[in-house]
């Protein structure tokens, strides 16, 4: 199976800040990887696949970038909506697999 | 609008069964593959299982297989997990997600999601 990796684990930050979270795969998934946002007791919500394509009605303060083992997803400027968990997932060879997640939370 | 709505969590001993459902709307269900998702308490996410849009095919991972059973009724819009000899580690929130189809292709992320339904598995 393909491991993913996310840094940092837990992230604090304020509104206005840019924040960055890295997603590694232990091989190659080329550009077959999606990026969700949490909040706690919904589900999550896709906000960027491909890589870098934005979903549809997805904030453009979220930017995805990054191909073969090493991606990222940046928020420009975090906004008070932002603050939830983040996981990247690949789908690029089943079973398709997860990203622990990402705590962004208020500074 | 996409709506998935699961039913069917509760608390279940070690060994039982249980069916999870999830009712769609807002879509031609009928043209997607659908997933289960799993996330235990405090933890992360877990692919679970995928049928495809006719049923035809099926696809778990290994900590279910044998023991899970995905179903679809595209005449009624509903998706099915029947779980059978749970273990405490099935403890966790199940979500029905939609995978992603682009009108040429299936790519296995999901766009959409349900908000859950919670499954313990306690004596």
């Known amino acids: 199976d393909i491991q993913m990796t996310q840094s940092p684990s837990t992230l604090s930050a304020s509104v206005g800040d840019r924040v960055t979270i890295t997603c590694r795969a232990s091989?190659?998934?080329?550009?077959?990887l999606a990026w969700y946002q949490q909040k706690p007791g919904k589900g999550p919500k896709l906000l960027i696949y491909?890589?870098?394509s934005l979903q549809s009605g997805v904030s453009l303060r979220f930017s995805g970038s990054g191909s073969g083992t090493e991606f990222t997803l940046t928020v420009s400027s975090l906004q008070p909506d932002d603050f939830a968990t983040y996981y990247c997932?690949?789908?690029?060879?089943?079973?398709?697999?997860f990203g622990q997640g990402t705590k962004v939370e208020i500074k | 609008e996409v709506q998935l709505v699961e039913s069917g969590g509760g608390l279940v001993q070690p060994g039982g069964s249980l069916r999870l459902s999830c009712a769609a709307s807002?879509?031609?269900?009928?043209?997607?593959?659908m997933s289960w998702v799993r996330q235990a308490p405090g933890k992360g996410l877990e692919w679970v299982a995928n049928?495809?849009?006719?049923?035809?095919?099926?696809y778990y991972v290994d900590s279910v297989k044998g023991r899970f059973s995905i179903s679809r009724d595209n005449a009624k819009n509903s998706l099915s997990l029947l779980l059978n000899g749970v273990r405490a580690e099935d403890t966790a929130v199940y979500y029905c997600?939609?995978?992603?189809?682009?009108?040429?292709?299936?790519?296995?992320?999901?766009?959409?999601w349900g908000q859950g339904t919670l499954v313990t598995v306690s004596s």
């Open positions: 997932q690949q789908y690029h060879s089943f079973p398709m697999t």
């Open positions: 997600a939609r995978v992603y189809y682009d009108s040429t292709a299936y790519y296995f992320f999901f766009d959409s």
């Open positions: 491909k890589a870098s």
């Open positions: 091989q190659s998934i080329g550009s077959l």
């Open positions: 049928i495809k849009k006719d049923g035809s095919e099926e």
């Open positions: 807002g879509f031609t269900f009928s043209r997607h593959w």
